[in-house]
């Protein structure tokens, strides 16, 4: 009876450029029974654009989620090969349908991915930042106490950071950046792989007063924030600093030539602490 289960598909599929789908992706579109879609009037245009017509019985988009997994699981269990697809990308992140991958996993049914496009992963290859570490965090809150606290918590992170955000909501997303994560590169990259792709590089707030200057912003927009180790390795020897106090690390480093500002941020770094402690304690020697 095991046997005659059907499988599940999780097929990445273009970003923005269509030539972007893999050859195993329009294959596993072609044989599977149905396709599972974010939103059908949108896919239906990426199938038809490769001749492939298939049933989309029913969408699955945010809000609907829980309700029509029940309706899946029965086709799968029935033996229907199904593929799921979100309106860009690899379906799940930041996009529906976790909810039908975990029950399905729960009940034993296959469930193979189709390796393919995702923004996140696009934009933080051509950041120029840190790619040994990193972390994903989604889309930042709507509510400006909430997204404040979103960024005062990754002020702290030392990884690279990737996330997705709208073009209505990304002047308030850089100006809480831009006091929360001031010293940190952001590379913001808006409609990767389509005609009018663009990568801007810079702070928070330079970034900022460039969008500001613009009528209007579209597009979809991928945000990586610098790591705090900003991509240096400690070398042999700078651990040995460690054994001065806060505030002789940083005379130390500045005497070798870096400003006071880079010294702030290299000690801060080694000794994780925040830049604005290494600072104060700075400024009370000096008092």
């Known amino acids: 009876?095991?046997?005659?289960?059907?499988?599940?598909?999780?097929?990445?599929?273009?970003?923005?450029?269509?030539?972007?789908?893999?050859?195993?992706?329009?294959?596993?579109?072609?044989?599977?029974?149905?396709?599972?879609?974010?939103?059908?009037?949108?896919?239906?245009k990426l199938l038809a654009h490769y001749g492939i017509?298939?049933?989309?019985?029913?969408?699955?988009y945010r809000g609907v989620e829980r309700e029509r997994v029940e309706y899946f699981l029965e086709k799968l269990k029935s033996g229907a090969k199904i593929a799921l697809i979100s309106d860009a990308g690899t379906p799940l992140i930041s996009d529906p349908g976790y909810e039908l991958v975990r029950r399905a996993v729960a009940e034993h049914i296959s469930v193979v991915a189709i390796p393919g496009?995702?923004?996140?992963?696009?934009a933080l290859v051509v950041s120029g930042f840190s790619t040994e570490r990193f972390v994903f965090e989604g889309v930042p809150p709507k509510s400006a106490?909430?997204?404040?606290?979103?960024?005062?918590?990754?002020?702290?992170?030392p990884r690279t950071i990737v996330l997705y955000e709208s073009p209505h909501r990304v002047l308030d997303t850089l100006e809480v950046m831009s006091e929360l994560l001031s010293e940190r590169k952001i590379a913001l990259c808006r409609e990767l792989t389509k005609a009018h792709e663009e990568i801007l590089r810079g702070t928070a707030k330079e970034i900022l007063e460039l969008l500001?200057?613009?009528?209007?912003?579209?597009?979809?927009?991928?945000?990586?924030?610098?790591?705090?180790?900003s991509g240096e390795s400690v070398e042999s020897g700078e651990s040995e600093d460690t054994e001065?106090?806060?505030?002789?690390?940083?005379?130390?480093?500045?005497?070798?030539?870096?400003?006071?500002?880079?010294?702030?941020?290299?000690?801060?770094?080694?000794?994780?602490?925040?830049?604005?402690?290494?600072?104060?304690?700075?400024?009370?020697?000096?008092?």
């Open 244 to 287: 001065l106090s806060v505030v002789e690390h940083v005379q130390k480093l500045m005497a070798e030539g870096l400003t006071k500002k880079e010294a702030i941020k290299r000690v801060a770094q080694m000794r994780k602490l925040p830049k604005r402690e290494v600072y104060e304690r700075l400024i009370k020697k000096k008092t």
């Open 145 to 157: 106490k909430a997204k404040r606290d979103f960024f005062a918590r990754l002020a702290q992170e």
């Open 1 to 44: 009876m095991e046997n005659a289960r059907g499988t599940l598909f999780i097929v990445a599929t273009p970003i923005g450029n269509l030539e972007d789908i893999t050859l195993r992706g329009l294959r596993v579109l072609k044989e599977c029974d149905l396709v599972i879609a974010e939103d059908a009037r949108h896919s239906r």
């Open 212 to 229: 500001k200057s613009r009528p209007a912003i579209k597009g979809e927009i991928t945000m990586v924030i610098e790591s705090l180790e």
């Open 53 to 60: 017509e298939k049933p989309f019985e029913r969408s699955l």
């Open 117 to 122: 496009p995702t923004a996140l992963i696009a």
